[in-house]
């Protein structure tokens, strides 16, 4: 089964670029989506199929996925980003959706 | 307009039993895939269940043979049936309805969650 493994914390200046990762042996080969949870709120869809924005998400959010690591990507952060991100993958195997552990991305 | 809205949560004992409800709007449960996600204080998010569009049910291992997922197609309303309950159940329950395109699955709409906690 997958282990998605994020850094616990990500911390970045307003206008800089944040990057989140979510690691896997070859996770390259999977599809990777992106969740953006701010305290006492349901997740909210930011990615998915790795580098796909849903409707109503900026383009400052981007996404790649290659070798081991998937990267979620913020550019030019706001105050309004700071909340956790979790990756996810969908296990074929088994069947069973399988979450990262979340970054919590802070805006100093 | 696309709903999903939770109720049902509460303050139980362990080994109690409790059932909780997503009552859907702007679109049919019985043609989606409808999961059940939870988030302990403090913790990530772990799936726990899912009910396809044909019925077949699939659980985590660590709800397994405890809870039951179902759903009423009448009131479009999925329902998550937690029987012997334990202190490790605490969490917010989210209902999600789950997207699949070829080769993988996402979850595209929440609810806002409800909360069980399971306390003497």
């Known amino acids: 089964s997958y282990v998605l493994t994020q850094p616990p914390s990500v911390s970045v200046a307003p206008g800089k670029t944040a990057r989140i990762t979510c690691g896997e042996n070859n996770i390259g080969s999977k599809s990777v989506h992106w969740y953006q949870q701010k305290p006492g709120q349901a997740p909210v869809l930011v990615m998915y199929y790795n580098s796909d924005r849903p409707s109503g998400i900026p383009e400052r959010f981007s996404g790649s996925n290659s070798g081991n690591t998937a990267t979620l990507t913020i550019s030019r952060v706001e105050a309004g980003d700071e909340a956790d991100y979790y990756c996810q993958v969908w296990d074929s195997s088994s069947d069973h959706q399988v979450f990262g552990s979340g970054t919590k991305v802070t805006v100093l | 307009e696309v709903q999903l809205v939770e109720s049902g949560g509460g303050l139980i004992q362990p080994g109690g039993s409790l059932r909780l409800s997503c009552a859907a709007s702007g679109f049919i449960v019985s043609s989606n895939y409808m999961n059940w996600v939870r988030q302990a204080p403090g913790k990530g998010l772990e799936w726990v269940s899912v009910i396809y569009s044909g019925g077949s049910t699939y659980y985590a291992d660590s709800v397994k043979g405890r809870f039951t997922i179902a759903r009423d197609n009448t009131k479009n309303t999925v329902y998550l049936q937690m029987n012997s309950l334990r202190a490790e159940d605490t969490a917010v329950y989210y209902c999600?309805?789950?997207?699949?395109?070829?080769?993988?699955?996402?979850?595209?709409?929440w609810g806002q969650g409800t909360l069980v906690t399971v306390s003497s």
């Open positions: 999600a309805r789950r997207f699949c395109s070829g080769t993988s699955c996402y979850f595209d709409y």
